[in-house]
């Protein structure tokens, strides 16, 4: 398998809708697992995020870094397999969808890993809204 060969499978089950913007499963082959902490959307070197800075930003930032630190191991974002991501507001989150969308063209293409998303009540930045953690298997 070369670096350039896609390492990934995503599953569907038969009669099952396709999602959007997810895979419910992912087979991934490879010889090379990254697992990356969770990022949060600042900029690098920011000691906090700004305050007021909004969810659509923030998710933009966070999934950036994410593949800021794969490149940094070595992967691609389509060595990405799975996703979590925390946000503290859904409703807020579902307000971003355009700038989520756009920053997921931008960043990940077409390309889309199995993912979680779920509500927490708060980040380990008091003006954090989102944060995304990720696993990658590379070739």
Do not use: C
């Amino acid at each position: 398998m070369s670096t350039s060969d896609i390492a990934y499978a995503s599953i569907l089950p038969e009669g099952w809708p396709r999602p959007r913007g997810f895979s419910h499963a992912v087979v991934a082959a490879g010889t090379k697992s990254v697992r990356i902490a969770g990022q949060i959307g600042k900029e690098p070197g920011q000691a906090h995020i700004p305050q007021g800075t909004d969810a659509g930003t923030q998710w933009r930032l966070a999934l950036g870094n994410v593949v800021t630190v794969l490149k940094a191991a070595g992967g691609e974002p389509r060595h990405l397999v799975a996703l979590r991501a925390y946000v503290t507001d859904i409703a807020e989150f579902n307000a971003a969808g355009k700038a989520v969308g756009e920053a997921w063209a931008a960043t990940l293409g077409k390309h889309f890993p199995a993912m979680t998303l779920v509500q927490i009540s708060a980040l380990i930045d008091p003006n954090a809204k989102v944060e995304i953690e990720a696993d990658a298997i590379l070739p």
